[in-house]
């Protein structure tokens, strides 16, 4: 059932986001092509993009003030009648900027569920996230839908390794993941913290001294802080491996301690309540 909804959520995406709305589109979503007023139309809640940059939203007016909007917003309607952006909030706001009054929309029958995971799939292909957005994203398709990363991968068009460094973004301590958002440091600069203890210093060092991705590593390689790879280090081959599946599994650091006879103990880290929450959810849902 689940590869059934996500072949049939690909095809609409190809329609919903590809170069020709129309052409692309079938018989029955071509006819729910309208032209709405744009007081109709409200932002998705759940939109995971929510960093609109000045500069691109000031350029999409101008060029939406001169042209038109060419591609329709897709939609759906509410309970009370108006409708939810489902794919094109940055074109309804540029649009709102440059004075229209109604806009084309493409009306969708869709759920709760399939709303969030195409605004998911398609800020993610379209590459309109930060590196935290993006990261939260793939966080909520992991638990909300039961992707498998290997399936989050192939409906991304992003390798595995690309969406398991990304979630452990997520393990960042709240200063660090700030300095993401505005820009101050690049997901490669924030990757090379995600196994140190002391994050948020490297992360003011690497801002202050304006290190390249490289330097940032070779300075958290060099760091005496760094005990949990010095403990890594310390375990056996397959122990490690372990370690390495259970958190691209969960997005989240994840240490096996071995006590000899007494068995030992698997240490899950959290940061927020979202994560503690998804960790709770995986388990329970097992039952």
Request: no cysteine.
């Given at each position: 059932m689940m590869q059934a909804q996500k072949r049939r959520l690909g095809r609409g995406l190809a329609a919903l986001i590809g170069d020709d709305v129309i052409e692309a589109a079938s018989p029955e979503e071509s006819r729910g092509l309208r032209h709405l007023p744009i007081e109709l139309l409200h932002s998705n809640p759940n939109n995971p993009r929510k960093q609109f940059k000045e500069e691109e939203l000031e350029d999409l007016s101008k060029s939406i003030r001169e042209k038109?909007?060419?591609?329709?917003?897709?939609?759906?309607?509410?309970?009370?009648?108006?409708?939810?952006?489902?794919?094109?909030?940055r074109r309804w706001r540029a649009s709102q900027r440059a004075g229209l009054h109604e806009l084309?929309?493409?009306?969708?029958?869709?759920?709760?569920?399939?709303t969030l995971e195409i605004a998911l799939i398609e800020n993610i292909q379209r590459s309109d996230l930060n590196p935290l957005e993006e990261a939260r994203a793939y966080g909520q398709l992991l638990e909300q839908f039961?992707?498998?990363q290997q399936q989050l991968a192939d409906s991304v068009g992003k390798s595995r390794s690309h969406i398991a460094n990304t979630l452990r973004l997520l393990t960042l301590p709240e200063s660090v993941r700030a300095y993401?958002?505005?820009?101050?440091?690049?997901?490669?600069h924030a990757r090379t913290l995600v196994a140190t203890d002391s994050p948020a210093d490297l992360a003011n060092?690497?801002?202050?001294?304006?290190?390249?991705?490289?330097?940032?590593e070779t300075l958290t390689r060099s760091n005496p802080a760094m005990s949990t790879r010095k403990a890594k280090a310390a375990k056996d081959?397959?122990?490690?491996?372990?370690?390495?599946?259970l958190a691209e599994a969960m997005g989240l650091r994840v240490e096996i301690k071995a006590q000899g006879r007494e068995g030992g103990t698997l240490l899950i880290k959290y940061k927020t309540l979202?994560?503690?929450?998804?960790?709770t959810y995986r388990l329970m849902s097992k039952k």
């Open positions: 038109g909007l060419l591609q329709p917003i897709v939609v759906r309607q509410r309970t009370d009648g108006e409708f939810e952006i489902v794919a094109g909030e084309p929309v493409l009306i969708r029958d869709l759920s709760d569920g399939e039961s992707y498998t993401i958002e505005d820009g101050k440091l690049t997901a490669g060092k690497i801002i202050s001294l304006g290190l390249s991705v490289r330097e940032a081959a397959d122990t490690r491996a372990l370690e390495k599946q979202d994560q503690l929450d998804g960790i």
